[in-house]
T-cell receptor
Framework: GAVVSQHPSRVICKSGTSVKIECRSLDFQATTMFWYRQFPKQSLMLMATSNEGSKATYEQGVEKDKFLINHASLTLSTLTVTSAHPEDSSFYIC?????????FGPGTRLTVT | AQKITQTQPGMFVQEKEAVTLDCTYDTSDPSYGLFWYKQPSSGEMIFLIYQGSYDQQNATEGRYSLNFQKARKSANLVISASQLGDSAMYFCAMREGGYQKVTFGTGTKLQVIP
């Protein structure tokens, strides 16, 4: 299957700082990528749909000014958590759509202290 | 209303036995796709199997098979000959119509006992 990478895999940051997470499709072009958040022992919750060359579509309840998404190329989407707070600590996973499948990245574990 | 329902928060199965993980879904769209993913403790989401709403036969992938009962709106995952490495969280998911976004169930934690 297709490969999607995420960087970094783990990040610890101080409250009030911003963190950028990269999601890359390594062997195919993805016009659409998705960002999910997963709290411990819970399911994946879709945060936003990232569309190459246009604005992201955010799910209800997700603050677009706090979670900035940029999809500047067909292989890269970035999620920036601005002014992070401890409650933003979570596992963030991206996926790229390819045919009827979605290919997931390995995830980024964010801890805000 | 929940679009994907997984009623088993946790399951145990003896090694080498078969196990069925339940999933029911809710949609009014005639065109949809159903997925099962495995998430080990490392966190990565591993695609297991896919069933399209118009597929006539149940999907199979190695030891995984999907028991698709369209009228009952169920898409149970059957794992045959369980292995210790099958211990993980399992998520059922659905994509509706032409939309690419996928909705996930709450997951089932499977533990394989030696």
């Amino acid at each position: 299957g297709a490969v999607v990478s995420q960087h970094p895999s783990r990040v610890i940051c101080k409250s009030g700082t911003s963190v950028k997470i990269e999601c890359r499709s390594l062997d195919f072009q993805a016009t659409t990528m998705f960002w999910y958040r997963q709290f411990p022992k819970q399911s994946l919750m879709l945060m936003a749909t990232s569309n190459e060359g246009s604005k992201a579509t955010y799910e209800q309840g997700v603050e677009k000014d706090k979670f900035l998404i940029n999809h500047a190329s067909l292989t890269l989407s970035t999620l920036t958590v601005t002014s992070a707070h401890p409650e933003d600590s979570s596992f963030y996973i991206c996926s790229a759509a390819g045919g009827h499948e979605q290919y997931f990245g390995p995830g980024t574990r964010l801890t805000v202290t | 209303a929940q679009k994907i329902t997984q009623t088993q928060p946790g399951m145990f199965v003896q090694e080498k036995e078969a196990v069925t993980l339940d999933c029911t879904y809710d949609t009014s769209d005639p065109s949809y796709g159903l997925f099962w993913y495995k998430q080990p403790s490392s966190g990565e989401m591993i695609f297991l199997i896919y069933q399209g709403s118009y597929d006539q036969q149940n999907a199979t992938e190695g030891r995984y098979s999907l028991n698709f009962q369209k009228a009952r709106k169920s898409a149970n995952l059957v794992i045959s000959a369980s292995q210790l490495g099958d211990s993980a969280m399992y998520f059922c998911a659905m994509r509706e119509g032409g939309y690419q976004k996928v909705t996930f169930g709450t997951g089932t934690k499977l533990q394989v006992i030696p």
